[in-house]
């Protein structure tokens, strides 16, 4: 049986908010999103937010409305409702491409998820970014397309690329320099995993 995915939308701008939901998946509108998934035809199955983009507090029978003053982002606040929910596998949309910080922020987010067992992905136009914590990650055969890798925590030890253009074999990536960028699908599966630490992996959409 799959896993269920928690689905998040943001309030920025996209042009492929393209999945489905399934039975047991879970759809949570992050302020701005409400307009997101009302465009795509999809009905959220809970609105959370302080409102500050969207403008108005929506009519919806499941809403969350948060101060504007607080510690969480929308976003973030929304992972939170989904983990209280049971949920480990969480899908963002739209929440890359507009203010830089909170695209930080959601990177930042995925990282949180990875490093409690749980697992993020952040879809942006053409591309998915994700973080692994002591842990693997499995890429299907792509005849193209790069795939880069960096270091989230100060450090991260134990890095072993391979599948890919250029293999790594217990290496040490560190958090200020980029040594994994724009590696390159070569037609077979790649895996990339780290023994001690996290790791921040973006790659082609067209691998989920």
């Known amino acids: 049986m799959e896993e269920r995915i928690c689905y998040i939308v943001g309030a920025a701008a996209c042009n492929?908010?393209?999945f489905t939901p399934r039975a047991g998946d879970y759809v949570i509108a992050a302020d701005g999103g409400f307009t997101r998934l009302e465009e795509a035809g999809i009905n959220p199955d809970l609105v959370i937010g302080d409102f500050d983009t969207l403008?108005?507090?929506?009519?919806?029978?499941n809403v969350i409305t948060l101060n504007t003053e607080k510690d969480d982002?929308?976003?973030?606040a929304a992972a939170r409702a989904g983990i209280e929910l049971g949920f480990r596998l969480f899908h963002i949309y739209c929440s890359t491409g507009g203010r830089l910080d909170h695209t930080l922020a959601n990177i930042q987010l995925?990282?949180?998820?990875?490093e409690r067992k749980m697992q993020g992905f952040l879809f942006d136009a053409d591309r998915v970014v994700t973080a692994i914590a002591n842990s693997s990650l499995s890429l299907p055969p792509q005849p193209e397309g790069y795939v880069s890798v960096f270091a989230h925590?100060?450090?991260?030890?134990?890095?072993?690329i391979t599948?890919?253009?250029?293999p790594l074999d217990n290496a040490t990536l560190t958090n200020t320099f980029p040594l994994g960028v724009s590696n390159e699908?070569?037609?077979q599966a790649g895996k990339i995993s780290v023994a001690a630490g996290t790791l921040?992996?973006?790659?082609p959409r067209a691998c989920l």
């Open 73 to 76: 982002t929308d976003t973030f």
């Open 163 to 166: 599948g890919l253009k250029y």
């Open 200 to 203: 921040i992996i973006t790659f």
């Open 16 to 18: 492929k908010l393209d």
């Open 185 to 187: 699908f070569i037609g």
């Open 110 to 114: 995925l990282a949180y998820l990875a």
């Open 55 to 61: 403008g108005f507090q929506p009519e919806h029978p």
């Open 153 to 160: 925590s100060q450090t991260a030890s134990g890095v072993d």
